[in-house]
């Protein structure tokens, strides 16, 4: 998530006119992936999820303190419950009941070496996503009215989409594996390029339908929605 501080502080601003209007497209963009909307950054090769199934563990120890163990959990819950309709089976388990040796495990933790200074980084080799104490200290200290529960839910889904094998970032604005802008000029696309701007943060919490899709895909699953088409802009 290294392009996040900057979406972040591009959109902490005031809700302009017109935010209803793109409000109602923004809806439409989470729930449908049209034909040809499917399209990456060319960042990564995409490939089947890291097992047949996933078992997901998350520990609290060293999390921020402003951050509640079971607020997080259930986000940690949600991003995967979000996932599934991918078609890779995953089940939330209890740390302490959390073997490492089972290679469908991830462990969720909080690690400033392990996140290397971004909000999240996941670790497929390791198993582990990690979540970074001292980007979301930096927001906090940044931004302290802002709502830091949507960026870890946001973090969290992002990540886990590594894990169920989506390796390439989306070009579409809207989509939880998005990156805004590829570092050199380049931007996402949205449906309404005009009402980006209207929102705190454009990108989806969860998983989009054009997510799913690509991830079905990649597992070899049909996609769920019959307009799609694996191959889209590039």
């Known amino acids: 998530m290294r392009f996040l501080f900057a979406s972040i502080s591009f959109c902490l601003m005031a809700l302009g006119q017109g935010a209803a209007c793109a409000e109602s497209i923004r809806d439409q963009e989470i729930a449908e992936c049209r034909s040809g909307e499917i399209a990456v950054w060319n ?3 995409d490939r089947p999820a890291i097992h047949s199934s996933l078992r997901i563990a998350y520990r609290h120890d060293d999390a921020p303190p402003w951050f509640d163990r079971s607020e997080v959990e259930a986000l940690v819950s949600r991003a995967a419950n979000a996932w599934a309709g991918c078609g890779v089976p995953v089940v939330i388990v209890p740390d302490a009941q959390a073997d490492p040796r089972l290679p469908g495990t991830v462990r969720v933790q909080w690690s400033e070496a392990g996140s290397r ?6 670790n497929l080799s390791a198993r582990t ?3 970074g104490p001292g ?3 930096l927001l906090r200290s940044r931004n302290p009215s802002y709502n830091a529960m949507q960026t870890l839910q946001m973090v969290l889904s992002h990540e886990l989409g590594h894990f169920f094998g989506l390796m390439a970032h989306s070009r579409r604005c809207i989509d939880v594996l998005s990156y805004y802008h590829d570092g050199k000029g380049a931007r996402c696309f949205t449906r309404d390029p005009a009402g980006i701007g209207a929102f705190v943060e454009y990108r989806h919490t969860l998983p989009t339908a054009c997510d799913i899709e690509r991830c079905r895909a990649v597992n070899g699953l049909p996609p769920l929605q019959k307009s799609t088409a694996p191959a889209g802009r590039r």
Request: charged residues 5%; hydrophobic residues 55%; without cysteine.
């Open 129 to 131: 996503l990690s979540l």
């Open 135 to 137: 980007a979301f200290a």
């Open 117 to 122: 200074g971004n909000f999240g980084l996941s």
């Open 43 to 45: 960042d990564g090769v």
